[in-house]
């Protein structure tokens, strides 16, 4: 299958450090869709032979220049070899339109990119995980429910981005009549981008200052995205996803099989995250007339808001992750 053509940064130009324990490459990989994958690969500059390896992605409207990126680092400081990459039509990775999701090319993503570590000469096909940040902690156990080569999968200050495109924040919006409302807004919309041929953006994070009488989250938001780790490629720190861009999350619950999940999953979220709820269900849902809950942890962070665990390295259980998949990598 012949790879698209991607536009790579080579410099570095990541919200977060470089490392100097760690050796750093861009890597490409296409899924079974044929779009082409972009990823930073971090390799541990002391190793030798084939090592255990994660791949990382996440939050949704973010690129591996972000968190991920973070997250991906400091595995490879701890000896794992990782993968950061932007998802399908984000970032640095190809496809079109752009700044579009999708439930099921999203899990792809996740899967191509464990492809691509089975066949990586530098990692041991027999120890893969994943792990996924914010919206992509959703992709991951949807992954990790489909794909019997994942071992381990780590997934913190999760989303479930069908739950909350189909139910709205805390569910504030399950009904039916709120679901057909926003269904018949956005068939509205794709008549218009078609009639303007382009497609319209649905808005990134508000710009700093944030109004006082903004919610916590919303101003939590900002100041990661417009603030401290602003990208001009993320999505969240621009103009956002197009309005139609997660139109099939809102008919597709990704969590339906995670109780079938034999892996090993480690379930990480702060207690004072407006998105803790996410979690605590989906931890709930997964050993939930399960046979295999021995291996299924959720851990909640006293005091940690939700962008905590996307760069706080104070918060950000490392030890504990790395733990995590030294056991189930092994």
């Known amino acids: 299958m012949e790879k698209e053509t991607l536009n790579l940064t080579n410099e570095w130009d990541k919200?977060?450090?470089?490392?100097?324990?760690?050796?750093?490459?861009?890597?490409?990989?296409?899924?079974?869709?044929?779009?082409?994958?972009?990823?930073?690969?971090?390799?541990?500059?002391d190793a030798s032979g084939r090592l255990p390896a994660i791949a990382v992605s996440g939050p949704f409207g973010a690129v591996k220049e972000q968190c991920s990126g973070l997250y991906a680092q400091t595995m490879a400081e701890r000896g794992f070899l990782t993968i950061a990459f932007d998802p399908s039509f984000t970032g640095e990775s190809g496809g079109e339109p752009r700044y579009v999701a999708s439930p099921d090319i999203n899990t792809e993503d996740f899967m191509a990119a464990v492809d691509f570590l089975s066949l990586n000469d530098r990692a041991d096909p027999e120890r893969i995980g994943i792990l996924g940040i914010c919206g992509w902690g959703g992709m991951a156990l949807n992954t990790a429910a489909l794909d019997t080569r994942i071992k381990a999968t780590v997934t913190a200050t999760m989303y479930d981005m069908t739950r909350v495109?189909?139910?709205?924040?805390?569910?504030?919006?399950?009904?039916?009549?709120?679901?057909?409302?926003k269904k018949k807004s956005m068939c509205a919309q794709r008549l218009e981008d078609i009639r303007n041929g382009s497609n319209k953006r649905g808005g990134g994070c508000l710009p700093l200052p944030v109004p006082e009488d903004a919610p916590f989250f919303v101003k939590d938001y900002s100041e990661y995205y417009k603030g401290r780790a602003y990208h001009p490629r993320s999505l969240n720190s621009n103009d956002g996803w197009n309005v139609t861009?997660?139109?099939?999350?809102?008919?597709?619950?990704?969590?339906?099989?995670?109780?079938?999940?034999?892996?090993?999953?480690?379930?990480?979220?702060?207690?004072?995250?407006?998105?803790?709820?996410?979690?605590?269900?989906?931890?709930?849902?997964?050993?939930?007339?399960?046979?295999?809950?021995?291996?299924?942890?959720?851990?909640?962070?006293?005091?940690?808001?939700?962008?905590?665990?996307?760069?706080?390295?104070?918060?950000?259980?490392?030890?504990?992750?790395?733990?995590?998949?030294?056991?189930?990598?092994k």
């Open 15 to 45: 919200t977060f450090p470089k490392s100097d324990k760690v050796s750093h490459s861009k890597v490409t990989f296409t899924n079974r869709y044929g779009i082409t994958l972009a990823a930073d690969m971090y390799l541990p500059k």
């Open 165 to 181: 495109n189909a139910n709205g924040y805390f569910d504030s919006e399950d009904s039916e009549q709120q679901r057909y409302e």
């Open 245 to 329: 861009g997660c139109m099939s999350f809102m008919n597709q619950p990704i969590l339906k099989y995670s109780n079938e999940i034999r892996s090993a999953v480690l379930i990480i979220h702060g207690d004072k995250a407006h998105s803790c709820y996410f979690s605590e269900d989906a931890y709930r849902n997964m050993i939930t007339d399960s046979e295999y809950t021995d291996n299924k942890e959720l851990m909640i962070i006293p005091g940690a808001v939700h962008t905590d665990l996307y760069d706080n390295t104070g918060v950000i259980p490392f030890d504990r992750i790395a733990a995590f998949y030294s056991e189930y990598l």
